[in-house]
């Protein structure tokens, strides 16, 4: 028998490539986001599950967490992009005021590239509370459009904003998912939860998913092109941090192009009637 490739090896370990198909939620409705169902529930749908990027600004959400929802999109699954705040204060050559507007026209026409949705909650920027309130602005969210899939910041992060997005979108996935929570909408249960492989939040981020983006590279390139940061304006060259990125962790997940994602440890666990 031939040695294992390096591809195989990676497969072996569950970090091959992967695609999102799942149903629009869990089969049990009162199943917490992240929590793996019974072995005898969990679904084997092949629809594209609707898939929602909440990150802390709008460039952490195009250009960190952008390719899986181009993907989806291009798959026929519904997308949307949730910016906290409009990183109004990112260039020090523009006034704030002028600035968040340029971000909004921009996350707007990003989205609209990749036929998404964006949406930008009224925090600001270097200030993104950690509240009730902000948790169940995004509960309401993830009620309204019902994703089957959310991408956010992973915790280990050293921007502020980040930390507070990590902690907004647990809490909102929880409650999104309780009926007993009385809100506008429904109760929503999402399917998946990952963890997007920004240069910001490194720290204890742990790959376990690698994601073929290969077919939606070219879109989400160019989506990301609308923001004039992903140019290096604001002093990091985004533009060839991530591009490159893409390149390597494709030559790990054995394609031309993927992204690497983290798991919360409970959607890891595996419930088996023998091996």
């Keep these: 028998m031939s040695s294992p490739t390096r591809r ?3 497969k072996d370990l569950s970090l091959g490539t992967a695609a999102f198909s799942a149903a629009a939620g869990p089969e049990n409705p009162a199943q917490v986001a992240g929590q793996p169902p019974p072995a005898a529930a969990a679904p084997q749908a092949s629809t594209p599950a609707g898939i929602m990027a909440i990150a802390a600004h709008p460039g952490d959400a195009f250009f960190a967490m952008g390719a899986p929802v181009a993907l989806q999109v291009q798959r026929g699954a519904r997308g949307i992009f949730v910016s906290l705040s409009l990183g109004e204060k990112g260039s020090s050559t523009i006034d704030p005021a002028r600035y968040g507007a340029l971000q909004r026209e921009a996350a707007e026409r990003a989205a609209h590239r990749l036929g998404a949705l964006s949406v930008v909650l009224p925090y600001a920027d270097g200030e993104v509370p950690a509240s009730d309130e902000a948790k169940f602005a995004v509960c309401d969210l993830i009620r309204q459009h019902q994703p089957g899939v959310v991408v956010t910041h992973w915790s280990g992060s050293w921007h502020k904003d980040h930390q507070a997005c990590f902690r907004i979108v647990n809490d909102a996935l929880f409650y999104a998912g309780l009926p007993s929570i009385a809100r506008s909408q429904p109760a929503h249960a999402v399917g998946k939860l990952f963890f997007a492989d920004n240069w910001e939040d490194a720290d204890g981020f742990k790959a376990d998913t690698y994601l073929d983006i290969t077919p939606a590279f070219q879109a989400w390139s160019e989506a990301c092109a609308v923001f ?6 604001t002093g990091f060259r985004y533009n060839d941090y991530y591009k490159s990125l893409a390149k390597a ?3 790990l997940g054995g394609v ?18 023998a091996l």
Excluded: H, I, K
């Design 249 to 251: 962790r494709g030559c």
């Design 8 to 10: 195989n090896f990676l």
């Design 256 to 273: 031309d192009y993927a992204v690497a994602l983290m798991s919360p440890p409970e959607q890891l666990t595996r419930r088996v009637q």
């Design 228 to 233: 004039p940061m992903w140019r290096g304006e």
